[in-house]
């Protein structure tokens, strides 16, 4: 049920089915509504009226991040990006990283008001080039994210999702075309890691991806964590990796993460380096051409290279940029175009993290 102090912002993705109750078609759920229930997501609830979002205006935080967090390294690297999330997630996944924040009651973590001209007030007065949508999954919120997509790029900046993909193909249009930018998150590439880890289904996640490489200006690259034992056999990388050149085509960043053990996934190991490493040799043998490893410490696996004369074009550690021989958006070395977004001389921001007041 709702508490009293909740505030409800009307939904914009939902219809009343003929027994009475109201449906939200923003993600592939479809959950139907009564008054007062809540979708699985637990923020978009059912009201008299239709179906209403509890979290807009309100967020569990904001801080500056360096781009490359997010993670994107084609996309202003060094920059940094104005970072906020809510609460709530429309899938479960065992393995949550973030799971405080995506588990949370909306009133349990959210302690910051904001509204989208103050957010984008405040990544203009701290020289942010970004504001992501990220820590939870912005699709649950998608009103508060569009609307400040909107503010954002009136002041001049961008806009980044930090998502899974899953939404469905009537809100999909709207959301991704707001975006500058997105990071999705390639959970697995099979049903049963969906289905059994996520609580979730890989196609529409797969249909998410598609359309926002083909059909928007957005910028994407991929983010695959590997968990021991669960998704990162050579053959189910082999056969990712196949669909994105396929489908995608070999420009698509993609970067393989390290897996912590976290929320209800404790019995597994954390990720060696060694299996980030051979999944990134799998994907730039295939003919992948910007490969990462992250969440370890590997600056060959970090750092952006030329695909056509090996140059490295990025140096990074962690989130600490070094030489950047990119000009005009293309090697310096060779001319090759570098695939992305790229100002002649990167940001300073570094490793920094800061977080703001919007008080």
């Known amino acids: ?39 699985f997501c637990y923020v978009r609830v059912g ?40 609460a709530g997630c429309n899938l479960g996944c065992k ?30 007065g701290h020289q942010c080039t970004s504001v992501a949508f990220t820590y939870n999954d912005p699709v649950i919120f998608a009103e508060y994210a569009l609307d400040t997509a909107a503010a954002v790029r009136a002041a001049g900046l961008k806009s980044v999702a930090v998502t899974a993909g899953y939404i469905t193909a009537e809100a999909r ?3 991704f075309q707001a975006m500058d930018a997105a990071n999705i998150d390639l959970k697995a590439f099979t049903e049963d890691f969906y289905k059994h880890m996520a609580l979730g289904h890989l196609e529409p996640v797969k249909e998410s991806i598609e359309y926002a490489v083909k059909e928007c200006d957005t910028w994407v690259e991929l983010t695959v964590l590997l968990i021991p034992d669960a998704n990162d056999g050579p053959e189910e990388i082999t056969a990712m990796c196949g669909w994105i050149l396929d489908t995608l085509g070999p420009d698509v960043p993609l970067h393989f993460t390290a897996f912590h053990p976290d929320f209800k996934l404790t019995d597994r190991t954390r990720t060696p380096s060694a299996t980030l490493q051979k999944a990134r040799a799998i994907a730039k043998k295939m003919g992948i051409r910007h490969v990462y490893t992250g969440n370890v410490h590997d600056a060959a696996g970090a750092s952006t290279y030329c695909h056509s004369c090996n140059h490295c074009l990025i140096e990074r550690d962690w989130y600490v940029l070094g030489a950047f021989r990119i000009n005009k958006g293309a090697c310096e070395h060779c001319g090759t175009l570098v695939p992305g977004h790229f100002e002649d001389q990167p940001g300073t921001w570094g490793a920094k993290r800061q977080r703001v007041s919007m008080a």
């Open 173 to 175: 249009p709207e959301f």
């Open 95 to 124: 393995f949550c990283q973030n799971w405080d924040i995506s588990k949370a009651r909306s009133d349990d973590r959210l302690m910051n008001e904001a509204s989208p001209d103050a957010i984008a007030r405040a990544a203009a």
């Open 1 to 39: 049920m709702l508490e009293d102090h909740e505030n409800l912002h009307p939904g914009r993705w939902w219809r009343q089915l003929s027994d009475g109750r109201f449906e939200c078609f923003l993600c592939p759920r479809k959950c139907a509504l009564r008054p007062g229930q809540r979708a």
């Open 47 to 86: 009201t008299e009226e239709g179906v209403a979002l509890t979290t807009y205006g309100r967020s569990s935080g904001f801080c500056i991040d360096p781009i490359e967090k997010k993670p994107l390294n084609h996309f202003y690297p060094g920059s940094p990006v104005l970072s906020f999330g809510t």
